[in-house]
């Protein structure tokens, strides 16, 4: 057991990819030399050459379709791309390449691809460095995504993410780079998409992912004070959905409210809210709500914290939900 | 560059056959090869037409939804897909028929694409040409990071010709204004990578000329990204050979990649589904007609005494009976299940593909057992025949 940041859990991961397959790739903006922006890739340039661990020119469809290529001859590239505000350039070669060559080709062409992406606000960036853009991968079918909210899951889902033989976008809360936590690099990871649930609880359950999960983590101890017990689940894989643990939580609670940073128009929170519905028709005392970022474009950073869902719009949100 | 049109022909381009069927030579580029190669490629580009006015006539008698003709580039496509070594990998655009039938491709299965059978129905690994990119320069950067590949996997400057290989990536002069195609060039220059950058400038994207796209000879980019481009005559198909076998060896020894701008001409509609009248004038074709890639070898062989009447008469047999099969085979395709494809979507399967595929297999199945009225809704959804006396057999 060890205690390490998300970033150190994630470099510590990628370090034992690349060493248990020689096949592994990295490749991105500033991963080499530099170690990443966020440091994530430190040390594993020096330690593995710069044919495994590869600074790419400054062009994110590049950096993607080129990874795809190297997949096609058997590689497991992992790409990263540098902010969320940046993989725009990329999206042509990640809907219409990446996420369709298994169906074009019948199933003969598998994409081993890791796209890493930090995404999320909370840091205090200029425009275009504190998105949330995971609806649109959970929205192309062909695409797997992940995020992870603490370091041990950081450090077992990225290396499950590279043993996938199909592509993976793989989104760091990067907010949460720096919070410590134990990891145990003995112990047996659940499988990569499954939900989980991070507190138990009996009264509304708070289904969230990501930068999130402290959030609601927090509002579910201050909700304490209120008398009120929140289960909260760590959705952790976000296409496909692990529904099972949600609809399970909620068949006991009747209450629940979905949470994330992300614009609420057709965000997760809506394809939860529909899915819970069918599901779980019967059971649910409330409508489903969604707490989530507004439907303008992300601030400017000076107002961010009032954008970004607070333990106060969860809680505001969890009394809307026994009020009914 | 006093001409800075990017169509312009005062650019000097390597030819090594006339459009009268001459042989010429050039300080740079030589033909070595006998005639009876020759006759192999005149063979090629004689089928390849065929099979594209085959699927163009399929097309119009509505068996295929959309056809992409290749018609005037088969020395482009014959040339450039004889060259390869049998190693090397290929990734085309959609409309590289002659370069398919070089790799051995089944034409059959091109068309099963155009017919909405598959979407692209061949092992490509097994013919070591990837799947038709449709969107516009995509697959050049594919072509170049399986190239980067190639070089980690220790198969370039090898000096061993059993090891050693290139990629090469296709696409035409529209594709040369994509982002995704100055990108690849950029990252194999970067990486110095074993590919083959294969323009056919076929002078049109869809209704916009060369113009459009460049104001320079399109060879001439390379030099800003750092390598070599050469412009060749695309209907001399020796010319095409001599140009991409030398580029090839370039990648294959390590000397990194090269650009071929293989100057012909479109001379069909850009698919079925254009009408190039619009746009174009006829003189233009005529003009391209007296340099029919096909018919300067036919003179040349003709002339040398290589190419008897009869091989010309064997190789229109030998069309005439492809044609037939494909027309047959074409006929013949089964179309797809809908609830096979569930599962080409993941490599592993996900929970939510498999409920979605297992109730509407459900539905489907709800057809079978309740009244007629039903099972006739059902087949008219599937396109079937209606049974004549809807109440009686069954």
């Given at each position: 057991?060890?205690?390490?940041t998300?970033?150190?859990?994630?470099?510590?991961?990628?370090?034992?990819?690349?060493?248990?397959?020689?096949?592994?790739?990295?490749?991105?903006?500033?991963?080499?030399?530099?170690?990443?922006?966020?440091?994530?890739?430190?040390?594993?340039?020096?330690?593995?050459?710069?044919?495994?661990?590869?600074?790419?020119?400054?062009a994110?469809?590049?950096?993607?379709?080129?990874?795809?290529?190297?997949?096609?001859?058997?590689?497991?590239p992992?790409?990263?791309?540098?902010?969320?505000?940046?993989?725009?350039?990329?999206?042509?070669?990640?809907?219409?390449?990446?996420?369709?060559?298994?169906?074009?080709?019948?199933?003969?062409?598998?994409?081993?691809?890791?796209?890493?992406?930090?995404?999320?606000?909370?840091?205090?960036?200029?425009?275009?460095?504190?998105?949330?853009?995971?609806?649109y991968?959970?929205?192309?079918?062909?695409?797997?995504?992940?995020?992870?909210?603490?370091?041990?899951?950081?450090?077992?889902?990225?290396?499950q993410?590279i043993a996938?033989?199909?592509?993976?976008?793989?989104?760091?809360?990067?907010?949460?780079?720096?919070?410590?936590?134990?990891?145990?690099?003995?112990?047996?990871?659940?499988?990569?998409?499954?939900?989980r649930?991070?507190?138990?609880?009996?009264?509304?359950?708070?289904?969230?992912?990501?930068?999130?999960?402290k959030?609601?983590?927090?509002?579910?101890?201050?909700?304490?004070?209120?008398?009120?017990?929140?289960?909260?689940?760590?959705?952790?894989?976000?296409?496909?959905?692990?529904?099972?643990?949600?609809?399970?939580?909620?068949?006991?609670?009747?209450?629940?409210v979905?949470?994330?940073?992300?614009?609420?128009?057709?965000?997760?929170?809506?394809?939860?809210?529909?899915?819970?519905?069918?599901?779980?028709?019967?059971?649910?005392?409330?409508?489903?709500?969604?707490?989530?970022?507004?439907?303008?474009?992300?601030?400017?950073?000076?107002?961010?914290?009032?954008?970004?869902?607070?333990?106060?719009?969860?809680?505001?949100?969890?009394?809307?939900?026994?009020?009914? | 560059?006093?001409?800075?049109?990017?169509?312009?022909?005062?650019?000097?381009l390597?030819?090594?056959?006339?459009?009268?069927?001459?042989?010429?030579?050039?300080?740079?580029?030589?033909?070595?090869?006998?005639?009876?190669?020759?006759?192999?490629?005149?063979?090629?580009?004689v089928?390849?037409?065929?099979?594209?006015?085959?699927?163009?006539?399929?097309?119009?008698?509505?068996?295929l939804?959309?056809?992409?003709?290749?018609?005037?580039?088969?020395?482009?496509?014959?040339?450039?897909?004889?060259?390869?070594?049998?190693?090397?990998?290929?990734?085309?655009?959609?409309?590289?028929?002659?370069?398919?039938?070089?790799?051995?491709?089944?034409?059959?299965?091109?068309?099963?694409?155009?017919?909405?059978?598959?979407?692209?129905?061949?092992?490509?690994?097994?013919?070591r040409?990837?799947?038709?990119?449709?969107?516009?320069?995509?697959?050049?950067?594919?072509?170049?990071?399986?190239?980067?590949?190639?070089?980690?996997?220790?198969l370039?400057?090898?000096?061993?010709?059993?090891?050693?290989?290139?990629?090469?990536?296709?696409?035409?002069?529209?594709?040369?204004?994509?982002?995704?195609?100055?990108?690849?060039?950029?990252?194999a220059?970067?990486?110095?990578?074993?590919?083959?950058?294969?323009?056919?400038?076929?002078?049109w994207?869809?209704?916009?000329?060369?113009?459009?796209?460049?104001?320079?000879?399109?060879?001439?980019?390379?030099?800003?990204?750092?390598?070599?481009?050469?412009?060749?005559?695309?209907?001399d198909?020796?010319?095409?050979?001599?140009?991409?076998?030398?580029?090839?060896?370039?990648?294959?020894?390590?000397?990194?990649?090269?650009?071929?701008?293989?100057?012909?001409?479109?001379?069909?509609?850009?698919?079925?589904?254009?009408?190039?009248?619009?746009?174009?004038?006829?003189?233009?074709?005529?003009?391209?007609?007296?340099?029919?890639?096909?018919g300067?070898?036919?003179?040349?062989?003709?002339?040398?005494?290589?190419?008897?009447?009869?091989?010309?008469?064997?190789?229109?047999?030998?069309?005439?009976d492809?044609a037939?099969a494909?027309?047959?085979?074409?006929?013949?395709?089964?179309?797809?299940?809908?609830?096979?494809?569930?599962?080409?979507?993941?490599?592993?399967q996900?929970?939510?593909?498999?409920?979605?595929?297992?109730?509407?297999?459900?539905?489907?199945?709800s057809?079978?057992?309740?009244?007629?009225?039903?099972?006739?809704?059902?087949?008219?959804?599937?396109?079937?025949?209606?049974?004549a006396?809807?109440?009686?057999?069954?």
């Amino acid at each position: 057991m060890t205690t390490m940041t998300m970033a150190k859990a994630l470099n510590a991961a990628l370090r034992r990819a690349l060493e248990a397959d020689p096949k592994v790739v990295i490749a991105g903006q500033d991963v080499g030399k530099l170690g990443g922006v966020f440091r994530v890739t430190e040390g594993l340039q020096k330690d593995f050459g710069e044919h495994r661990v590869v600074d790419s020119p400054l062009a994110e469809s590049g950096i993607v379709g080129t990874a795809l290529g190297m997949a096609l001859r058997g590689y497991r590239p992992v790409c990263e791309i540098q902010f969320d505000g940046f993989v725009f350039p990329a999206f042509d070669q990640i809907v219409t390449q990446v996420a369709k060559m298994h169906f074009r080709s019948s199933g003969r062409l598998p994409v081993p691809l890791v796209i890493r992406i930090p995404y999320g606000g909370g840091i205090g960036a200029v425009e275009h460095h504190s998105e949330s853009p995971e609806a649109y991968f959970c929205h192309t079918t062909g695409l797997k995504v992940v995020t992870c909210s603490n370091p041990a899951d950081a450090y077992w889902m990225i290396q499950q993410a590279i043993a996938s033989d199909d592509p993976i976008i793989f989104l760091e809360p990067k907010r949460r780079y720096h919070e410590r936590a134990e990891v145990d690099e003995r112990e047996t990871p659940p499988p990569l998409h499954s939900a989980r649930i991070v507190r138990p609880g009996t009264d509304v359950t708070l289904v969230a992912y990501g930068p999130m999960v402290k959030t609601c983590l927090d509002a579910a101890e201050a909700a304490i004070q209120d008398g009120h017990d929140l289960e909260v689940i760590d959705l952790r894989t976000l296409s496909p959905l692990d529904m099972a643990v949600v609809d399970e939580s909620v068949q006991k609670t009747g209450r629940v409210v979905t949470v994330h940073e992300a614009q609420l128009n057709l965000g997760l929170g809506a394809e939860l809210a529909a899915r819970i519905t069918e599901q779980c028709f019967y059971s649910l005392e409330a409508p489903v709500l969604r707490v989530a970022g507004f439907d303008t474009p992300y601030p400017p950073s000076r107002v961010e914290e009032e954008y970004l869902p607070d333990l106060d719009r969860v809680l505001d949100m969890v009394d809307r939900s026994l009020a009914y | 560059m006093s001409d800075a049109s990017g169509a312009s022909e005062e650019v000097e381009l390597v030819q090594l056959l006339t459009p009268e069927g001459e042989r010429l030579e050039h300080p740079e580029y030589s033909f070595s090869g006998d005639d009876d190669q020759i006759k192999g490629f005149y063979r090629d580009m004689v089928l390849t037409r065929r099979i594209d006015a085959e699927a163009t006539a399929l097309q119009r008698q509505g068996e295929l939804g959309l056809w992409a003709s290749c018609l005037g580039q088969e020395a482009a496509q014959v040339g450039s897909g004889r060259a390869l070594g049998k190693q090397d990998f290929v990734f085309p655009t959609y409309r590289e028929h002659g370069v398919a039938l070089c790799l051995g491709v089944d034409p059959l299965h091109l068309l099963g694409l155009f017919r909405g059978i598959d979407l692209g129905g061949w092992d490509s690994q097994k013919y070591r040409f990837h799947l038709y990119t449709i969107l516009i320069g995509a697959q050049t950067l594919h072509a170049t990071g399986y190239a980067m590949a190639v070089e980690r996997d220790g198969l370039v400057g090898t000096g061993d010709p059993d090891r050693d290989m290139a990629v090469i990536g296709y696409f035409g002069d529209g594709a040369s204004s994509e982002g995704d195609v100055n990108e690849a060039f950029i990252f194999a220059s970067s990486y110095n990578a074993p590919i083959v950058f294969f323009c056919q400038n076929n002078q049109w994207a869809i209704s916009e000329p060369i113009e459009r796209q460049s104001r320079i000879p399109l060879y001439r980019r390379a030099s800003g990204f750092g390598f070599p481009g050469v412009r060749v005559d695309g209907n001399d198909v020796l010319a095409v050979y001599a140009a991409t076998t030398a580029a090839l060896e370039r990648a294959r020894t390590g000397n990194g990649p090269t650009l071929i701008e293989a100057y012909t001409y479109r001379m069909g509609a850009h698919t079925t589904s254009d009408d190039p009248t619009k746009y174009r004038l006829a003189d233009e074709l005529e003009h391209w007609r007296l340099k029919d890639p096909i018919g300067r070898v036919r003179a040349y062989l003709t002339r040398s005494g290589s190419g008897e009447e009869a091989f010309f008469a064997d190789v229109e047999t030998e069309a005439s009976d492809l044609a037939a099969a494909l027309r047959a085979g074409c006929l013949a395709l089964p179309d797809p299940r809908i609830l096979d494809l569930f599962d080409y979507v993941y490599a592993e399967q996900t929970p939510y593909l498999i409920e979605q595929k297992e109730r509407y297999a459900e539905y489907v199945a709800s057809f079978e057992d309740v009244s007629q009225d039903a099972g006739l809704r059902q087949a008219q959804r599937d396109g079937q025949p209606q049974p004549a006396f809807p109440g009686g057999v069954h």
